[in-house]
């Protein structure tokens, strides 16, 4: 059962473009975190955010920027895409509190950029 | 690199078969997770494993964790074809990053 939501399924823009993901969960869940993969599968995680709060930012360009309005929302904007850009940008969720350690996963924004 | 090497494999084999897959971490952890990525769709969870623990058992699915040689595996019974997936450990590296390994890209023959 789908309870995080990720649009668009495919996005293909060319180099230098602006591109935004968005993500929804509707688990109540206070963490959510985005996630690149890479075309051998390669999971690397990118940013997490608690209640609205930014607080994992990894080595990431700074044309990537996250954003949430709210702890069940969290978007992905990309400014100026480059080539190595190209992935599958996955979404995830869970609570922070007790011992869930469960990630929920979208089922990704697979981003082309020619 | 935060995971060993060996964590990157393609297996290849035929249904029925059982198959273990096994991944080293460098970094201490208490919890080990087994992830499993279908085609076209996010990771989804299949175990969870605690230091205190040692094995964990789902279905045809387990687990087994050793805190002192910082090493997991996953093994599966009786593979089925629609096992065919990329499975991933992943543990916590603090309440907010939770690090995946490089998967095993399993293909179960029919």
């Known amino acids: 059962e789908t309870a995080v939501f990720q649009t668009p399924n495919y996005h293909v823009t060319q180099v230098g473009n602006e591109v935004s993901f968005n993500c929804k969960q509707t688990?109540?869940?206070?963490?959510m975190y985005w996630y690149k993969q890479d075309s051998k599968k390669l999971l690397k995680i990118m940013f997490s955010?608690?209640?609205?709060?930014?607080?994992v930012n990894e080595t990431v360009p700074r044309r990537f920027s996250p954003q949430s309005s709210d702890k069940a929302h969290l978007n992905l904007r990309i400014k100026s895409v480059e080539p190595e850009d190209s992935a599958v940008y996955l979404c995830?969720?869970?609570?922070?509190?007790?011992?869930?350690?469960?990630?929920?996963f979208g089922a990704g924004t697979r981003l082309s950029v020619l | 690199s935060q995971w060993g090497e060996e964590n990157l494999q393609a297996l290849s084999i035929q249904e029925g078969e059982d198959v273990t897959m096994n991944c080293s971490y460098k970094?201490?952890?208490?919890?080990v997770q087994w992830y499993r990525q279908k085609s076209g769709k996010g990771p989804a969870q299949l175990i969870l494993?605690?230091?205190?623990?040692r094995e964990k058992r789902s279905g045809r699915l387990r687990a087994t964790l050793d805190t002192s040689s910082q090493s997991s595996s996953l093994s599966i019974t009786g593979t089925l074809a629609t096992d065919t997936a990329v499975y991933f450990c992943?543990?916590?590296?603090?309440?907010?990053?939770?690090?995946f390994g490089k998967g095993t890209h399993l293909h179960v023959l029919p």
């Open positions: 995830a969720s869970r609570v922070h509190w007790g011992s869930q350690n469960t990630l929920y």
């Open positions: 688990l109540g869940h206070d963490t």
């Open positions: 955010y608690n209640n609205k709060q930014l607080i």
């Open positions: 970094t201490y952890t208490t919890v």
């Open positions: 494993i605690r230091s205190n623990e």
């Open positions: 992943a543990y916590d590296t603090n309440a907010y990053k939770v690090i």
